[in-house]
């Protein structure tokens, strides 16, 4: 009876097909977790939706022409375009602020730096909810603050309907804001300081010195954050539902806190999955202008 060696079932493998072996499986896992769910929302989104049952009625494309045509839904598209610009543009003049400020030489940098830090380490939800608590009209560490100052008489409602959505953007700048400092930091730390004493040497003064030495090293540092604040500014979901719920009234209401409201309050699956839809050709068709942006730019 023959027997089994181990030498017969050995296996040589290149580091091409070992990196495969190793990245193929993981890939299609991960292609089965994120396309089942894709795939399935894209088909819900062309019917109608039993809660109960789970059953779909598949209407076509009648979801996404009543979600054109509802005003709901343009209003709560201008709230977004409206966030997203306040958001983006104080995202890129915050991080370049805080950027330079780090970059500059004096005493307790490091521990500024980290301080800087972190905002974002902290989870955008908690941050929501620790300024919700400073914002409050009844026990708002603001007020306190504002009241022993004699700056105010009384405690003040801060989240109204028409300042709640600018609060919204402060904390996530608040939020935000250090990442990208990071970004424009290292590329400010690749900036030759020969450079500057050259400047200061021809009388250039500290405008000058920024818009001909800083500014042509750190732009494409500038563009990636006005990307990157744009696409998370317009996929912003958590700031809302933890600092306002999309009130006072529906002043804060934005496309993703609809979108959550009638996918879980409401049980309106079909017609939320196609809102959903909107959001992300809106967000690819931004995508695409910054990519042709940097692109051009590069060239």
């Known amino acids: 009876m023959a027997s089994l060696n181990p030498k017969n079932f050995s296996f040589s493998f290149t580091d091409t097909q070992f990196a495969y072996a190793i990245i193929v499986p993981i890939l299609l896992i991960e292609a089965a977790l994120t396309g089942y ?24 494309f009648t979801n996404y022409l009543s979600a054109l045509k509802d005003p709901v839904v ?14 983006t543009i104080g995202a890129v003049s915050l991080s370049l602020f805080l950027a330079l400020i780090m970059n500059e030489n004096f005493t307790g940098r490091r521990v ?23 914002l409050s009209e009844t026990y708002g560490v603001l007020n306190s603050i504002l009241l022993s100052l004699k700056l105010i008489n009384t405690y003040k409602v801060w989240l109204t309907e028409k300042y709640a959505m ?18 424009i930091l290292s ?12 400047a200061k040497v021809d009388g250039a003064g500290v405008w000058k010195r920024f818009r001909n030495v800083t500014l042509p ?34 002043s804060t209401e934005v496309l993703t806190f609809q979108i959550y409201r009638l996918q879980f309050q409401q049980l309106n699956f079909g017609y939320a999955s196609a809102i959903s839809y909107i959001l992300l050709l809106i967000s690819f068709a931004l995508a695409m202008m910054y990519f042709v942006l940097l692109t051009r730019r590069r060239r």
Request: with cysteine; aromatic share 18%; proline share 5%.
């Open 37 to 60: 769910p894709i795939l399935y929302s894209l088909y819900i989104s062309l019917g109608e939706v039993d809660p109960a049952t789970g059953a779909v009625k598949l209407v076509g």
């Open 74 to 87: 343009h209003e709560s598209i201008l709230r977004t375009f409206y966030f997203c610009s306040i958001a």
């Open 112 to 134: 500024f730096r980290v301080i800087v830090l972190l905002p974002w380490a902290t989870s955008e939800f908690v941050s929501s909810l620790i300024w919700r608590t400073i």
């Open 166 to 183: 600018l609060w919204v953007v402060v904390v996530w700048l608040w939020h935000f804001a250090p990442l990208g400092a990071f970004f």
């Open 187 to 198: 590329a400010l730390q690749s900036i030759p300081q020969e450079l500057y004493n050259a």
């Open 217 to 250: 090293y750190i732009k494409y540092s500038l563009l990636i954050v006005l990307v990157l604040s744009t696409m998370e500014a317009f996929r912003a979901f958590d700031v809302f539902y933890a600092l306002t719920g999309g009130g006072p009234g529906m």
